[in-house]
T-cell receptor, first 112, second 116 residues
Framework: DAKTTQPPSMDCAEGRAANLPCNHS???????VYWYRQIHSQGPQYIIH???NNETNEMASLIITEDRKSSTLILPHATLRDTAVYYC?????????????FGKGTRLHILP | DAGVIQSPRHEVTEMGQEVTLRCKPI?????LFWYRQTMMRGLELLIY????????DSGMPEDRFSAKMPNASFSTLKIQPSEPRDSAVYFC??????????????FGPGTRLTVL
């Protein structure tokens, strides 16, 4: 079972910031928070990940609460191309890989 | 790099037929994953390989499914015999943890399988 809880769907106006929440209350100390997204009919795409500090890259920002039990993915200026299902995942990172357990994710609709 | 390559992109077959899906991972990646996606069950991991060796096949639904990775640049997922409930989109992904700080998995475009 997925270790995360996300709202099933959200709407956001084009040009506004999209804030996608995720709860991961059982996260372990060595587990990272990862975000992927899946645009219709395509394979999932990595967005960002973090351990406990806030992270930012060219796609998004990730805000992780101090107790690490929840996080928020921020798309600063949403466009229609950001319409997708967004998956929040917790997993160990490092020199070995293992399975990613995808939950149901949040279906984000960007409204024109 | 061309990314993860999957073939065919679409496959329509009749119940009872053998189906073979193919995947070419990104060059240099040492992990390969097979996922299946349906509306009912979402995206689920079937099996993954490390250096061509199967590590975890606990997600393979039953004996009708088999996967091989004969070399670092090629993997197959075979269904024999196929059934209508196998209809889904099958994704292949590859990764190279330790060399990429993100430890991200790169997904292919998927194969949409329809079993009539």
């Amino acid at each position: 079972d997925a270790k995360t809880t996300q709202p099933p769907s959200m709407d956001c106006a084009e040009g506004r910031a999209a804030n996608l929440p995720c709860n991961h209350s059982t996260i372990s100390g060595n587990e990272y928070v990862y975000w992927y997204r899946q645009i219709h009919s395509q394979g999932p795409q990595y967005i960002i990940h973090g351990l406990k500090n806030n992270e930012t890259n060219e796609m998004a920002s990730l805000i992780i609460t101090e107790d690490r039990k929840s996080s928020t993915l921020i798309l600063p200026h949403a466009t229609l191309r950001d319409t997708a299902v967004y998956y929040c995942i917790v997993r160990v990172s490092g020199y070995r890989d293992d399975k990613i357990i995808f939950g149901k994710g949040t279906r984000l609709h960007i409204l024109p | 790099d061309a990314g993860v390559i999957q073939s065919p992109r679409h496959e329509v077959t009749e119940m009872g037929q053998e189906v073979t899906l193919r995947c070419k991972p990104i060059s240099g990646h040492d992990y390969l994953f097979w996922y299946r996606q349906t509306m009912m069950r979402g995206l689920e991991l079937l099996i993954y390989f490390n250096n061509n060796v199967p590590i975890d096949d606990s997600g393979m639904p039953e004996d009708r499914f088999s996967a091989k990775m004969p070399n670092a640049s090629f993997s197959t997922l075979k269904i024999q015999p196929s059934e209508p409930r196998d209809s889904a989109v099958y994704f292949c992904a590859s990764s190279t943890p330790g060399l990429a700080a993100s430890n991200e998995q790169f997904f292919g475009p998927g194969t949409r399988l329809t079993v009539l």
